[in-house]
């Protein structure tokens, strides 16, 4: 009887070594961004977010434009990607034929494997010369008066050409919790307005979307955490230039493109690596904020299930 | 009974009112409005799927032959003539690396979760897991430099190695298979795991004996998920590992590097070179073959699992 | 054979089937206006959705193929001129459990009207609470019609479902073993009011309860396995059933 309680024990005692090593790899995480970023936090404080140069060899670091550009990205990237995740969503869940719907959602799912830089090299080949033969000529001859729409170089690379592309990969996330949201809802109630004579549009308006909407706004959360964090698309798509863009078609730089590109040179003066750390930093408080929020909603509306299409290809 | 008076008093019956066709029509007409509106979002969204796959295969076509995935790039700028050989043989070491780190540590947590776990604890640690699942890839690439790779300061001064980005991968990675491997366990009837301790096994028994066998799928889908998510990475190899046009040396230090299907394209797309770009086409052909293959894995396992549990 | 003009509902060789099963077998029987009719039998016999067959409810199950003719009022409801909206709004339906809409009690019953296109404020004022006395909540949330419908307790919500069934000038209502999730009290309740509402429309219940169904209905139909066994008046049908599986299934739960 002993040896089968301390044989349990061990199994209990090995076990919780993996779950603490899993825990430590979080706190390693946090600790190591919160350590490196630490000289720059102190140095800057929080004229980190406001200042508007950036200017390495100076030991001046200011966020903002790439917190402009970041903000941009993230911002259009989800008023392209939800009209259109509510529409497949509701598509796939109230009006697609059954024997469809399985094949429909796998190929929703695909997109969600395609890696971030197969996206972005699409994006380099198809997106950018869209917009540069087709889109910017139309916008400079037509809108050319409107600051916003102002096409300054005509070079298809830029803000739009990149949330356009990281719309498409948030488009998964939020459409696939849109149909699971959806497909929570009871269908007695959903049968209850069928038999008054409602049309489907009268049910998905007066029905479904009212049970629907709080998993709808947990999934936004989400596609919003993913799209602030899209590192390898953006680099190749948005131009690359420190500059706070003012119209839809200028160039920019978010914070994840910076890392990427120069977190590597960065590292051989300490302060221009806390800088970027700090950049990292930034990335991560959102993520983590977004994300406690966001699975809170999810947890109450689905029951937490984890679809798939919420791990993206990197 | 109260109610029953109440109905007595309103005997005159409801007025009737007129069928309004025209409204009825007009909704009709709306739904028909929302039925094109949904259509269209879902092509709209679809589109870029087939479409990527059309303009890789396209464009990257001449390429897509057995030399091509057996030999290195060589020529100048590297890469114009040759393989991705390199990328492959890379992605073997970062996938394995990366497995053995994330594989145990997930499932010896999901285990823990629903053997011993206490509520509060699973509540936590689910969402520990969602976290990081949730932290953008470019800082897990920061945090690998500075824990693997760094040669100053504390950390394991592996380099820019397949060690340092295997093990970055597999913090990506451990969440994923922890989250799986838990909800696998969960969805086991619970009556089959507390039969068996009723019986008198222990809790290590009844893992070996109904557990794995039970959630076997489940893990599998986790593990699957987990490769499938690492090997579309790029952003964390680019602090950890960066690329290697050749065979690695070692897994650690100076000829430690490996080369890597998604950095391969990275840098591909980067270079001002028409045949690179169409190589970096080839390869990505070749990246989502793998990818769509353990995608249909997934489908197998998920199908059969529920076809014989 | 009753008088064809007394005859509200009247269903010739309805089969139905879903993918490879024959659900309903040949079903040959009609209502009589005014009348409440319980159908009885054991689960999955088929009178859930002989029930559905009746106000075409089940367009959307796919796979499912029809064939036969239910009239109401001497019309074929599947000929193709039939609009499924006007079909429904002729008959209420009333479910297992209460499931109202995710709205305040006030718009549960106004979205009858709103669908159907009554836009006139006052007229919907006045509808909704005349459907509220009719079921015989009115005095219970007169207070409180614009709070969520969710707050009610179970049998004001299945009252608040009837209530919203009848918004809309139906003259058949059919229900889906409506008690079926209630207390005894809440029950009893709702089935004074279909016995109240037998002046106004033809009620047909579906019922797993044979003492409930004795207690309420004019007509009573036994189905088992899809086909209709026996269908004949309540006293007859309780008291000496004509076909042995009928009394077997009566006397066994009696």
């Not at chain 1, 509510?86 to 697609?96: H, K, N, P, T």
């Amino acid at each position: 009887m002993f040896n089968l309680k301390y044989k349990d024990d061990l199994y209990k005692f090995i076990l919780s070594i993996f779950v603490l090593s899993v825990i430590s790899v979080f706190l390693i995480a946090v600790a190591v961004i919160l350590f490196y970023s630490y000289p720059a936090i102190i140095r800057y404080g929080f004229s980190f977010l406001w200042v508007k140069e950036w200017n390495p060899p100076k030991e001046v670091f200011g966020a903002l434009t790439f917190l402009a550009g970041t903000f941009m990205v993230t911002f259009l990237a989800l008023l392209f990607a939800i009209p259109f995740s509510f529409g497949i969503g509701i598509f796939l869940q109230e009006y697609c034929p059954l024997f469809l719907r399985g094949i429909f959602t796998v190929i929703i799912e695909m997109l969600a494997g395609i890696p971030s830089v197969v996206f972005g090299v699409w994006g380099v080949l198809t997106i950018v010369p869209w917009l540069r033969e087709s889109v910017e000529p139309f916008f400079d001859r037509h809108f050319s008066s409107i600051p916003f729409l102002k096409v300054e170089e005509n070079i298809g690379y830029g803000i739009l050409a990149a949330s356009i592309v990281v719309a498409f990969m948030i488009l998964p996330i939020i459409s696939s919790i849109t149909k699971d949201s959806l497909e929570s809802v009871p269908k007695i109630a959903k049968d209850g307005a069928l038999a008054m004579g409602a049309t489907r549009l009268d049910v998905i308006k007066d029905v479904s979307l009212p049970y629907a909407l709080n998993g709808i706004y947990g999934g936004i959360i989400l596609g919003f955490g993913r799209a602030v964090g899209e590192t390898i698309a953006v680099v190749l798509l948005i131009g690359n230039q420190a500059i706070v863009p003012k119209s839809l078609f200028s160039v920019g730089y978010t914070i994840s493109a910076v890392l990427a590109n120069t977190f590597t040179f960065a590292v051989i003066s300490p302060i221009y690596a806390s800088a970027e750390v700090e950049l990292a930093l930034i990335l991560l408080a959102v993520s983590l904020i977004i994300n406690i929020v966001g699975r809170n909603i999810l947890n109450k509306v689905i029951g937490g299930r984890f679809n798939r299409s919420q791990f993206g290809g990197g | 009974m109260a109610e029953l008076a109440n109905i007595k008093k309103d005997d005159d019956p409801m007025p009737v009112f007129p069928i309004n066709r025209g409204y009825i029509k007009r909704k009709k007409f709306y739904n028909g409005i929302a039925v094109f509106l949904a259509v269209m979002a879902f092509i709209i969204g679809a589109f870029p799927v087939f479409h990527i796959i059309y303009k890789a295969v396209a464009l990257g076509h001449e390429y897509l032959n057995w030399r091509f995935i057996s030999t290195l790039p060589t020529g100048f700028p590297i890469g114009a003539q040759g393989g991705i050989l390199n990328a492959i043989i890379g992605d073997v070491y970062l996938v394995v690396i990366a497995s053995i780190f994330a594989v145990p540590l997930g499932i010896g947590s999901g285990l823990y979760l629903s053997l011993f776990g206490k509520k509060r604890t699973n509540t936590f640690l689910r969402l520990l897991n969602e976290l990081m699942i949730g932290i953008p890839s470019v800082v897990w690439g920061i945090v690998g430099f500075y824990v693997f790779s760094t040669n100053a300061g504390l950390g394991f001064h592996f380099g820019f190695s397949a060690l340092a980005g295997g093990l970055t991968l597999g913090f990506i990675m451990t969440p994923i298979i922890a989250l799986l491997t838990e909800q696998a366990i969960n969805r086991i009837p619970s009556g089959y795991i507390e039969g068996a301790l009723a019986m008198g096994a222990t809790k290590w028994q009844a893992t070996k004996s109904v557990i794995i066998k039970a959630a076997l799928g489940g893990i599998f889908t986790g593990i699957l998920l987990g490769i499938m998510n690492i090997i579309g990475q790029t952003a964390p190899l680019l602090f950890t590992n960066y690329y290697n046009t050749g065979m690695p040396t070692g897994i650690t230090g100076p000829g430690g590097a490996v080369g890597d299907l998604a950095m391969l394209i990275f840098i591909y797309i980067h270079e001002p070179s028409k045949i690179l770009h169409v190589k970096a086409e080839a390869a990505s052909v070749v990246l989502l073959c793998f990818i769509f293959a353990i995608d249909l894995g997934l489908r197998l396992i998920n199908y059969l699992t529920r076809k014989f549990l | 054979m009753a008088e064809q003009d007394e005859i509200k509902v009247n269903v010739k060789n309805l089969n139905f089937y879903y993918g490879n099963y024959h659900l309903l077998k040949n079903i040959n029987l009609y209502f009589k206006k005014n009348s409440v009719c319980t159908l009885l039998g054991p689960s999955g016999c088929g009178k859930s959705t002989f029930l559905r067959t009746l106000n075409r409810m089940n367009d959307y199950t796919e796979g499912a193929k029809l064939t036969g003719e239910v009239l109401i009022d001497g019309k074929n409801i599947y000929d193709k001129s039939v609009d499924v909206v006007e079909l429904r709004r002729n008959i209420g339906m009333v479910f297992q459990s209460p499931n109202p809409f995710p709205k305040s009690i006030f718009d549960n019953i106004a979205f009858g009207l709103k669908i159907h296109g009554i836009k006139n404020r006052e007229f919907i004022a006045e509808r909704v609470e005349k459907c509220l006395r009719y079921a015989g909540l009115y005095d219970e949330v007169k207070d409180k019609l614009h709070k969520s419908a969710f707050s009610l307790s179970g049998g004001q919500q299945q009252r608040l479902c009837i209530a919203r069934a009848i918004a809309t000038n139906p003259s058949i209502l059919l229900m889906d073993e409506p008690t079926a999730y209630l207390d005894p009290a809440s029950a009893s309740i709702i089935l004074d009011l279909i016995t109240t509402f037998k002046k106004y429309y033809t009620i047909i219940i579906v019922s797993h309860n044979i003492q409930q169904a004795g207690r309420i209905s004019d007509y009573s139909g036994f189905f088992l396995d899809g086909e209709l066994i026996e269908f004949d008046e309540a006293g007859n049908f309780f008291t000496r059933p004509k076909d042995k599986r009928t009394e077997n299934f009566i006397t066994s739960r009696y």
